[in-house]
Structures are given as C-alpha cells and as structure tokens.
C-alpha cells in the first residue's frame, strides 16, 4: 500500500497547472412558488466537456470560494476527477486541479471536506480494472484545491476476485466538532461474511486529519437482501446528526434517514422513509435549522421544520427531469437563504439556484 500511496503523490501533484474554463452567470432571477418555501431560477452550466458527472461542493471554504469537485468521462483514455473555483462575485468558474485515474485502475466520485486548519480532503471511490481491488483514496490540499497528495485508504476490498458486486462506493466525508472525520461509504465487502450483508453503510473516523482511520461502524445495516447506500449526513439546529441514504432492494431505493447523538453511534435498524425521495438522497441543514433533502430519482425538495420529525415537498421541484440526475444541495453564498443543487444532466453539470422564504 505504502508503494501504491507514493505512486499516487507522483501521478497528482502539480499534475496540472491552472485551467481556465470561463463561465459567465446571468443574474439570479428567482420564479415565483405559490405553494412552497423554496422559489428557483433558471438552471446554469458549470460544465459540458466530456460528459462531467457526480458534481460536488464546499460552500465558501475558507478561501472565500466555492470549490466544485466532479468526475469526467471522456469518450478514450482514464476518467479524471476536477476541481474547480468560484469567485466571489460568483461570475466566473476556474479549473485549477485534475486528478486522472491510475493506469488499469477507475477512479471517480470525489466528494471534499474542509478540516478546521483550511487543508482540505478529498475522498474517491476507486477499482482495479480487472475487478481484483477496490479502494476509497483520500487525497489532502493545503492550497485551497490545487495540489493533491494521496494520504491514505478509507477502507479497501483486496478480495474482491473479479466479482463488481465486493465493492466499496460512494465516499462522504464530515468533519465534527472535535475536528475528528467521520468517513461514510457503501460497503459490499460483508456479503462473503456469516452472517450475509448484501450491503451495508459503513463509517470510519480519523482524528489525524484522514491519515488513519478507526475501526468500521455499521451505521445502517441488516443482514441479507438490503441494501442501504449513498450515505449522506449533517447536524441539524438541535446538535444531533441526521445520516440519509437510499435502500434499496427491499425498498425500492426510496431514501431513509437514521438520527444520531453524536454522529458515530447509530441503531441497529435501517431508519424511516421519506416521503417522494428515492436513488441516491441528500441533506443539508440551513442556517435557520429548516432541514432540506433530495435526490437523483425524484429530483423534489423535502422540507423538515422539525428536525426530521415530519416531511413536506416543496411544490416546484429543482429539475423537471427523470432518474438520474444524482443532485447534491447545499447553501451557498452570504445569504443564508440561498442555495444550490448541483446535477449531472444530458452530458453536463448543472447548477440551479434557489431561495427560501
């Protein structure tokens, strides 16, 4: 491993020097949402070059600057992870870093944290093309985004044997109060164990800034035919942490969330459904403690005033469009009623704004 970590700090740092990849944004206009919080504006392109996918951000990082993260998937040659800024004025976006997968390996779906000193982490799922490992790389950047060193591994599946169904998927990083980070992923590695989990939501935590990580921690787990996955968590306005995630094979992949003291300790059961979400969820928590959840599947806003007791849609949904768009949402900006979602969409990445009432 160490041999494969310093191939990595090789292959990504200074890999590429500053892109430019101009985009100007019109003035947010919102439309008007007779029925619910949450009005929209018209959608943005953040970027349309070889089929960019899985788009993620860090909301005004400690540089003052959105950072995107997202994968590309070009028609020849390895996929490649980017990272991109926004200005503060929100007018320009600017590739500054590109990250490429390994010969003979697929890397993608990056997702970023900040730790409180400013370096910030990246985690990716990864796989050996001949299905023989698969991994969860987590890089660090102490500049704000434009050089990456591989750290460490999340968690690894070296016996996986050529089966795509051992993996390890969809990495989330969370940084808690103590600075420690929590690392969520879907886990396929215990379907081989007694007894059989067909996959579970695994979470390991570092308090080394992801150097190393602590033992595996079923956050949503049942033994057989279920299968929790895409994990997802904030803290809401009363300190505990809601984790959302989809369920699928037992329950049609409709969204679930689990609710936690202190983010590492969970049931033992597979959580309550929300209502009009499915594939592929995610939460974020606004400044007012208004709790908003969508996904891929639906493409609709749910909306919680009582930390996750209760559930209503908004009644316009962020995107007219079918299964999958596997949206991420956020508040973005100085406004605290401001927010984003992000989605891939007909071969590119797409942003749309919205306000809330």
């Known amino acids: 491993m160490k041999m494969f970590i310093s191939h990595w700090k090789l292959v990504v740092a200074g890999f590429m020097s500053i892109v430019a990849c101009l985009l100007a944004i019109t003035p947010t206009v919102y439309a008007f949402s007779p029925g619910g919080p949450i009005s ?43 990272v991109a800024t926004v200005d503060k004025t929100a007018q320009h976006y600017n590739v500054i870093a590109s990250i490429p997968s390994p010969d003979g390996y697929i890397q993608e779906q990056s997702q970023i944290a900040q730790l409180h000193d400013g370096t910030i982490l990246m985690a990716t799922r990864s796989r050996r093309t001949d299905l023989n490992w698969f991994g969860l790389p987590v890089f660090k950047s102490t500049d704000g985004g434009h050089n990456w060193t591989l750290v460490s591994q999340l968690d690894t599946n070296p016996y996986s044997a050529g089966r795509f169904n051992r993996g390890l998927w969809e990495p989330f990083l969370y940084v808690l109060p103590n600075g420690c980070v929590a690392g969520f992923y879907s886990s396929e590695k215990h379907a081989d164990d007694n007894p059989s989990y067909n996959q579970v ?16 921690i079923f956050a949503a787990a049942q033994p057989g035919a279920a299968r929790p996955g895409m994990p997802v ?8 942490y809601i984790l959302v995630f989809e369920l699928c094979a037992t329950d049609n992949c409709n969204a679930h969330y689990k609710i936690s003291k202190d983010g590492v300790t969970w049931s033992n059961d597979l959580g309550t459904a929300i209502p009009d979400q499915y594939n592929g969820p995610y939460v974020t928590v606004l400044p007012s403690g208004r709790v908003l959840v969508t996904s891929a599947g639906s493409n609709q806003v749910s909306i919680s005033d009582d930390n996750g007791a209760t559930w ?12 999958c ?5 956020y508040q973005v900006g100085s406004d605290p009623k401001e927010i984003g979602i992000i989605v891939g969409l007909n071969g590119a990445l797409m942003m749309r704004f919205g306000r809330v009432k």
């Not at 005004?60 to 992870?81: A, D, H, M, R």
């Not at 939501?201 to 595996?216: K, L």
């Open 325 to 329: 768009t596997w949206p991420a949402i």
């Open 312 to 323: 209503y849609k908004n009644d316009q949904p962020a995107w007219y469009a079918g299964c």
């Open 201 to 216: 939501v695994s979470e390991r935590v570092s308090c080394d800034g992801g150097t190393t990580w602590g033992p595996e």
């Open 40 to 82: 929209w504006s018209d959608a943005t392109t953040i970027s349309n070059t070889r089929n960019p996918a899985w788009g993620r951000m860090l909301p005004w990082n400690k540089q003052g600057e959105n950072l995107i993260t997202y994968t590309e998937y070009p028609s020849s040659g390895p996929f490649v992870i980017k």
């Open 233 to 240: 968590m904030a803290r809401m306005a009363n300190g505990e």
